[in-house]
Every structure is written in C-alpha cells, then in structure tokens.
C-alpha cells in the first residue's frame, strides 16, 4: 500500500451533500488578530490540514477548503481569532469520515 502525502490524502476529503467548491465555512477566522497581537500563531504549527500558513513576513493566511474540522485550531487558539459557528440546522453536512 503506498503512502499518500498529506495534500494527496487532503484531495481525498470529501463534503457530504455539498461540492468543494460550495461549502459554507463552519469556521471564521480573524488574521488580522493573528498578525497583530498573537505572540505565537500556533495554529500553523497544530493544524494537521495545513490551512493556516504562515508567509516570508511572518502574516498568518487561512484556507477553508481542506479543513478535517478536527478541532484543533479552536482549542489552540488563546487570542480569540478562531471561531467555530456551524449554520442552524446544516443537518447532513461536513466532512465526510472515512476511518474513523
């Protein structure tokens, strides 16, 4: 069995009953917080989807797109940038889980 890179199995992530292209973001997240008091932006170390990125300025950048909503970002996040709001009632939708 071979391996997969993480943008490999990233590309794997499907949305049920919704296209890629038309998910409605469950998560807002506030850069502009990230870039201007956070002291550590550890949401570009802890996020295993790689959706935030950090660029040769040091400015943070999220993408939605390959979020796993695993979670991680809203509890690593201390500086109240990250806010998860799943839309009432979006029954039917989110990430599709294939092992677990």
């Known amino acids: ?6 943008s490999e199995r990233l590309g794997l992530v499907s949305y049920r009953n919704q296209a890629k292209s038309d998910i409605k973001p469950h ?5 502009d917080i990230c870039n201007s008091v956070c002291p ?7 996020c295993p989807a790689n ?4 660029d040769e ?3 943070v ?23 998860w709001n799943y839309p ?3 029954i039917g939708r989110g990430v599709t889980w ?3």
């Open 51 to 54: 959706c935030y990125t950090m």
């Open 27 to 31: 998560i807002r997240v506030d850069t």
């Open 61 to 83: 950048h999220f993408q939605v797109e390959d979020c796993i909503e695993c979670g991680t970002c809203m509890y690593a996040c201390d500086q109240g940038a990250v806010d």
């Open 88 to 90: 009432d009632p979006e």
């Open 1 to 6: 069995m071979k391996l997969l890179t993480l």
């Open 40 to 46: 550590h932006k550890c949401t570009t170390y802890v």
């Open 98 to 100: 294939n092992f677990g």
């Open 57 to 59: 300025d040091g400015k």
